[in-house]
């Protein structure tokens, strides 16, 4: 009788034991899927900012472009016309650039560099007052010293600005030596959960007022 009754203990504290096993690989494995979910809704609102990054730098050599042809189209120099459709699009050595823009007003210029990519830091405003939420800032009147109200994020952004067909010269007006069109990318990259994420966006960008 003893025997049965010992049986029955023994068996009661390895059913118990299977049990919290079960129990727990249940706990952790939801623990893991909860983990992945956030660490995967983490990655993706960072892509979607990287992507609306990429997207807004296209754009603003787009209206770079556009606003060439509202400048004089017959300004002249020493005699000579000066007007390309391409202004401050095109480099004579690099074809690397920063988009620029300044958080008070919302100017943006092309700032051509031959810096790593570590130094193509997005900034983020942290002003509830600014309208502006990102931007990239390379020089100002302080050297390149962000405004006080502003943290660096992990993003960091450059352009590659290619002629088609290529060329070395971007002063001449004469229109064998003006490019086509311009291959423009957009790439953002960051680090994140231990990976480095990449978003880029590419537009061929052509004279459309010829």
């Not at 504290?13 to 979910?37: F, K, N, P, R």
């Amino acid at each position: 009788m003893k025997s049965r009754i010992y049986n029955q203990t023994g068996q009661s504290l390895i059913e118990a034991i299977i049990g919290i096993s079960i129990l727990v690989a249940g706990v952790v494995t939801a623990l893991a899927l909860g983990i992945m979910t956030i660490r995967s809704g983490q990655i993706s609102q960072s892509r979607t900012i990287a992507d609306n990054l990429a997207r807004e730098a296209l754009e603003q050599v787009r209206a770079i472009r556009d606003s060439n042809w509202l400048a004089d189209q017959n300004a002249v120099e020493d005699g000579n016309p000066t007007w390309r459709w391409d202004l401050n699009l095109c480099d004579d050595e690099m074809t690397t650039a920063k988009l620029v823009i300044d958080p008070d007003t919302f100017f943006s210029s092309i700032s051509w560099t031959e810096e790593s990519i570590d130094q193509a830091v997005v900034y983020r405003v942290s002003d509830p007052d600014r309208s502006l939420v990102y931007y990239q800032q390379i020089s100002d009147a302080n050297g390149g010293t962000p405004p006080a109200d502003s943290t660096p994020t992990v993003y960091r952004r450059w352009i590659q600005i290619e002629p088609q067909p290529a060329t070395n010269n971007c002063v001449s007006v004469a229109p064998d030596l003006v490019p086509d069109y311009y291959v423009v990318t957009a790439t953002v990259q960051w680090v994140e959960s231990g990976a480095t994420h990449t978003a880029e966006l590419r537009e061929d960008l052509y004279n459309w007022r010829p």
